[in-house]
């Protein structure tokens, strides 16, 4: 038998539109980042998808994004291990500041390694995947650079190119193995 999890990035904050790296540092949704999550309420909805667990990371944008997902009717657990990556001295500032924009690939040694990153991932769904029985589907609720970094490390779709806000990834389990199954933005054509 298979479990299913479905990986959700959390909806457009403030810091998302006014371009400011996240990370740790938290941003609450913004209106259109809430109406973004429930397009993707909307879509499980209509796709009779229904969830037996849901687990989130402990920022606030996370956390707010389940809780519309799930119209604040269901319990959840939150996960310090789903939390965003730290990066270090870049938090709160422009994103064009960030080295990669300028082809340094010199990381600063303020921020949280990229193999930290999918570590904590893995220890994170193998905790849910142990709470699950087979057949069973959990909504998972992250961040964009830890969910895309674990896809592409553990499925076959290396070539990822990430997550919209509020965009959703549907995996699958067998014996512990990810396959990835579908990408939607339910959101993606919002205006």
Request: with cysteine; net charge negative.
């Amino acid at each position: 038998m298979t479990k299913t999890v479905y990986l959700v990035r959390h909806g457009q904050t403030y810091f998302n539109y006014y371009h400011k790296v996240q990370g740790r540092c938290d941003s609450p949704l913004n209106e259109r980042g809430i109406r973004q999550v429930e397009k993707a309420r909307e879509y499980f909805k209509d796709n009779g998808v229904k969830f037996d667990f849901a687990f989130s990371s402990t920022q606030e944008r996370a956390c707010d994004t389940l809780e519309i997902i799930t119209d604040h009717k269901m319990d959840y657990t939150r996960l310090k291990d789903l939390r965003e990556k730290c990066y270090g001295i870049f938090e709160g500032r422009d994103e064009f500041l960030l080295p990669w924009n300028y082809g340094n690939d010199n990381v600063d040694p303020t921020m949280e390694t990229n193999e930290h990153v999918v570590a904590r991932m893995r220890r994170a769904l193998a905790t849910i995947l142990d709470q699950m029985e087979d057949g069973q589907t959990a909504l998972v609720v992250g961040h964009g650079d830890i969910l895309a970094r674990y896809v592409r490390e553990e499925t076959d779709e290396n070539e990822f190119g990430g997550f919209g806000n509020a965009s959703v990834v549907k995996l699958t389990f067998n014996d512990g193995k990810a396959k990835f199954e579908s990408y939607f933005w339910p959101a993606e054509n919002m205006e």
